[in-house]
T-cell receptor, first 112, second 110 residues
Framework: EAQVTQNPRYLITVTGKKLTVTCSQNMNHEYMSWYRQDPGLGLRQIYYSMNVEVTDKGDVPEGYKVSRKEKRNFPLILESPSPNQTSLYFC???????????FGDGTRLSIL | QQPVQSPQAVILREGEDAVINCSSSKALYSVHWYRQKHGEAPVFLMILLKGGEQKGHEKISASFNEKKQQSSLYLTASQLSYSGTYFCGTEDNAGNMLTFGGGTRLMVKP
């Protein structure tokens, strides 16, 4: 089944403790991206990647890192999480730019 | 800069029609539309590209006015299953980034 898989689905952690949210897709998509969703603000793009080893900043990249070493994986790294990064995070992928994006089920992060 | 969606919320009775608008301050290359049900991931509805035609998907269609940098999503004869939050995403001529609007919450009542 074609899908985008995020892990974990839920995480409660404390300020400053490094964490990684994994994202994997099995559709051989070139384009992958990370969004955060906050009430009233819609989906805001954090980082995106056009292909392996090609990443770029979105609207709200501060406090986040990404890597794209393999086509299928696009992890989101919070080196020193802070409470303002408490949010619902979505990973998405598409074949290339301007194609339908397939979203993962989301990861709800709470930083205390 | 985020595109602006209007209205922010709308309540319909089954069978009624609705229009959701998406407006940008930038020259646009494409507009994407997604629907998100509560507690779920956004789901793709359609993409409209610069120079393309109006798209349709069952009783949901959309238009893209490049000159006005606007897109509209039309929902006709609404069904209960249409309830959710609708997001437009825009991509300008320069970038590779998709920027989403704040969403329009649609509720269809029996």
């Amino acid at each position: 089944e074609a899908q985008v898989t995020q892990n974990p689905r839920y995480l409660i952690t404390v300020t400053g403790k490094k964490l990684t949210v994994t994202c994997s897709q099995n559709m051989n998509h070139e384009y992958m991206s990370w969004y955060r969703q906050d009430p009233g603000l819609g989906l805001r793009q954090i980082y995106y990647s056009m292909n392996v080893e090609v990443t770029d900043k979105g609207d709200v990249p501060e406090g986040y890192k990404v890597s794209r070493k393999e086509k299928r994986n696009f992890p989101l790294i919070l080196e020193s999480p802070s409470p303002n990064q408490t949010s619902l995070y979505f990973c998405a992928s598409s074949l290339v730019r301007n194609q339908p994006q397939h979203f993962g089920d989301g990861t709800r992060l709470s930083i205390l | 800069q985020q595109p602006v969606q209007s209205p922010q919320a709308v309540i319909l009775r089954e069978g009624e029609d609705a229009v959701i608008n998406c407006s940008s301050s930038k020259a646009l290359y494409s507009v994407h539309w997604y629907r998100q049900k509560h507690g779920e991931a956004p789901v793709f509805l359609m993409i409209l590209l610069k120079g393309g035609e109006q798209k349709g998907h069952e009783k949901i269609s959309a238009s893209f006015n490049e000159k006005k940098q606007q897109s509209s999503l039309y929902l006709t004869a609404s069904q209960l299953s249409y309830s959710g939050t609708y997001f437009c995403g825009t991509e300008d001529n320069a970038g590779n980034m998709l920027t989403f609007g704040g969403g329009t919450r649609l509720m269809v009542k029996p």
